[in-house]
């Protein structure tokens, strides 16, 4: 009962914020990037929702790639084109923008007053895909690549190409395509622009499951090589490495040479359901109540996060401790910090060094001060929001 009560009070807070702050933004439709083969998997156009910025704000640009995992087989492809993340035809026209899309300045002290975009992700392949041929058997389109800088050539006759400050950010396969094209975002500004990246909850950890098997690393092979992504992976990475493992942010982070900040949870539950235990590595479902409620999880498994935990710490402090790396690693059981107002910047937001996320992003981005912090292991910080799920949520991707 003080799981479901947990939850609704989450649920009440959330709709009582969205109903203060009342902003939806109008969708915008990318139509003549259809003619250069930009499009979603189905073929339809790509789309974003653009919210001017004002005042001191006017040519400051925040980037917000969506997130929702990829598609890396046919069939699953398939039914993806039939969804909002695989089809313009599925996407809202309005969408609400809160946490670091809000406008209000109680709730997004340093980027309310931006221009704040929210790019939809209808390719499956955070943005990295682009194969030329299409099956007229599926109609499946694998365009990421081109979607994403149509979209950037877009916002850049916008208005874009005179920022003074540019965040490219994004969560989960959006905050892994924020990585991916940190570098090249920055390469369409002007040499005098401030460009910052943000990875929340991107960081993908290259590490084998709970039977001993590689299974995201396969499943990550299989996305690059059905999408045909390589090409447009980090050449620094690809130098080296396969285009497979140029898709775990720990094998490029590192190269990236434009200033990055990363936000993750050491118990990410994405990664913990799908990377850690996911089901073909769980078959007698042992792992499900814990992947639903971490206050679940038996002393043997909190034994074997808390193994992850370390090993995804050894792979953040690999990239180095730069004073152009931010770092806000909380010990929460969450996914995606920056788009939920109670995570963001709120009475009783997570907090490390008694610093909400909103207040390490923006002291990083501005300068004011220096942000690379580790949270305690669980289940130390009392601040955190952990999330609870229950049986009817969606299947992992």
């Not at 390469?187 to 401030?194: H, Q």
Request: aromatic share 10%; proline share 5%.
């Amino acid at each position: 009962m003080f799981n479901f009560k947990h939850w609704l009070t989450l649920v009440v807070c959330s709709l009582a914020i969205l109903k203060a702050d009342g902003l939806l933004v109008n969708i915008t439709f990318v139509r003549h990037a259809v003619a250069k083969g930009a499009v979603c998997l189905d073929g339809s156009p790509p789309a974003y929702h653009l919210h001017r910025g004002s005042g001191t704000g006017i040519n400051s640009w925040l980037i917000q790639l969506e997130g929702g995992g990829w598609c890396h087989n046919v069939t699953n492809c398939v039914s993806r084109m039939h969804t909002k993340l695989g089809s313009s035809k599925k996407m809202v026209e309005n969408l609400a923008f809160s946490a670091i899309l809000s406008n209000k300045e109680q709730r997004n002290p340093d980027f309310y007053n931006w221009n704040r975009v929210k790019v939809r992700y209808c390719d499956g392949s955070s943005f990295t895909g682009d194969v030329q041929a299409v099956n007229p058997a599926t109609n499946l389109h694998f365009r990421g690549a081109r979607v994403w800088l149509a979209v950037m050539q877009e916002l850049l006759a916008k208005g874009m190409r005179n920022a003074e400050n540019a965040v490219l950010s994004g969560c989960s396969a959006g905050g892994l395509a924020s990585l991916m094209h940190c570098d090249s975002f920055r390469a369409l500004l002007p040499m005098g622009t401030n460009v910052k990246c943000l990875s929340d909850a991107g960081f993908f950890l290259d590490t084998r499951d709970v039977s001993g098997a590689q299974y995201i690393k396969s499943y990550f092979n299989d996305v690059v090589t059905l999408h045909g992504s390589a090409k447009n992976l980090p050449r620094s990475c690809t130098s080296r490495l396969t285009p497979a493992m140029c898709f775990f942010p720990q094998y490029v982070a590192s190269k990236i040479k434009t200033p990055v900040f990363i936000l993750n949870a050491a118990y990410d539950s994405w990664q913990i359901k799908n990377i850690l235990a996911p089901r073909p590595a769980d078959p007698d479902g042992k792992w499900q109540s814990c992947q639903l409620d971490i206050k679940n999880c038996q002393r043997s498994q909190i034994k074997v996060m808390q193994d992850f935990r370390l090993e995804f710490l050894s792979a953040v402090i690999g990239l180095g401790r730069s004073a152009s790396r931010g770092m806000f690693i909380d010990s929460c059981y969450t996914h995606c910090q920056t788009e939920t107002q109670t995570s963001w910047f709120w009475q009783d937001s997570p907090i490390i060094n008694r610093t909400t996320i909103s207040k390490a992003v923006g002291d990083w981005f501005y300068d004011r001060k220096m942000f690379q912090k580790i949270d305690c292991p669980y289940p130390c910080n009392p601040t955190c929001h952990h999330r609870v799920f229950t049986p009817q949520d969606p299947p992992p991707v």
